[in-house]
């Protein structure tokens, strides 16, 4: 078991030069996993990547919003089409970042989680599962989405408000690079750490 989240040594931020520092149970005393993912840094896509989503984050450190870090990143990696795959209950908001992104030199690409309009029985999905157990519901489409933004040829998409496990076949199927805009959470207006934060208190039950 990787244990980086119960890990007071720090060794990794440190830089250290020999392993006298590292947890027993520090995942890189075993296994291939660090090598091979260095490896895969060798490929300049990659690389790119890395490098402007630094430059990002020390440039606009405690500054810039997470709005703000999508655009610069995707000027940095000189994107111009941009995929937005959106939660139908967020189309205000989608409608505003599409503007904004669109202001800023980007071409846009939207996308609605129920697009094409697909009735949720028809893939198997029982009444139990649906809001009304009677007539048309449509689904949320999330491989449609992906497929979409591949045949629109998007150079980076970005995520907003998709439901948890839609968001998972949205990454799966899409072609380009995606990052996540805004996390869904209906309860806590899409902000999923108060339930973290307000552990001891509001949200103990929770926990247990």
């Given at each position: 078991?990787?244990?980086?989240?119960?890990?007071?040594?720090?060794?990794?931020?440190?830089?250290?030069?020999?392993?006298?520092?590292?947890?027993?149970?520090?995942?890189?005393?075993?296994?291939?996993?660090?090598?091979?993912?260095?490896?895969?840094?060798?490929?300049?896509?990659?690389?790119?990547?890395?490098?402007?989503?630094?430059?990002?984050?020390?440039?606009?450190?405690?500054?810039?919003?997470?709005?703000?870090?999508?655009?610069?990143?995707?000027?940095?990696?000189?994107?111009?089409?941009?995929?937005?795959?959106?939660?139908?209950?967020?189309?205000?908001?989608?409608?505003?970042?599409?503007?904004?992104?669109?202001?800023?030199?980007?071409?846009?690409?939207?996308?609605?989680?129920?697009?094409?309009?697909?009735?949720?029985?028809?893939?198997g999905i029982p009444p139990e599962s649906r809001f009304r157990t009677e007539g048309?519901?449509?689904?949320?489409?999330p491989i449609g989405q992906a497929m979409l933004m591949n045949e629109k040829s998007?150079?980076?998409?970005?995520?907003?408000?998709?439901?948890?496990?839609?968001?998972?076949?949205?990454?799966?199927?899409?072609?380009?690079?995606?990052?996540?805009?805004?996390?869904?959470?209906?309860?806590?207006?899409?902000?999923?750490?108060?339930?973290?934060?307000?552990?001891?208190?509001y949200y103990r039950r929770i926990y247990g």
């Amino acid at each position: 078991m990787s244990m980086c989240a119960w890990c007071e040594s720090y060794a990794c931020s440190a830089g250290q030069d020999d392993d006298r520092n590292l947890p027993v149970q520090c995942p890189i005393r075993s296994g291939q996993w660090l090598p091979l993912a260095l490896t895969q840094y060798e490929a300049e896509t990659n690389r790119h990547i890395a490098r402007s989503a630094a430059d990002v984050e020390t440039s606009g450190y405690c500054k810039w919003t997470r709005l703000e870090e999508v655009m610069e990143f995707a000027k940095r990696m000189e994107y111009r089409r941009i995929g937005l795959a959106f939660c139908s209950g967020l189309k205000h908001e989608a409608r505003i970042v599409a503007n904004l992104f669109d202001a800023r030199g980007f071409e846009t690409v939207t996308a609605t989680c129920s697009c094409g309009g697909v009735h949720k029985g028809d893939i198997g999905i029982p009444p139990e599962s649906r809001f009304r157990t009677e007539g048309f519901e449509a689904m949320c489409n999330p491989i449609g989405q992906a497929m979409l933004m591949n045949e629109k040829s998007t150079d980076f998409n970005v995520v907003l408000g998709l439901c948890v496990g839609h968001d998972s076949l949205f990454f799966r199927y899409a072609e380009a690079p995606a990052t996540v805009l805004a996390a869904k959470d209906r309860v806590l207006a899409h902000n999923p750490l108060a339930a973290v934060y307000l552990k001891n208190s509001y949200y103990r039950r929770i926990y247990g």
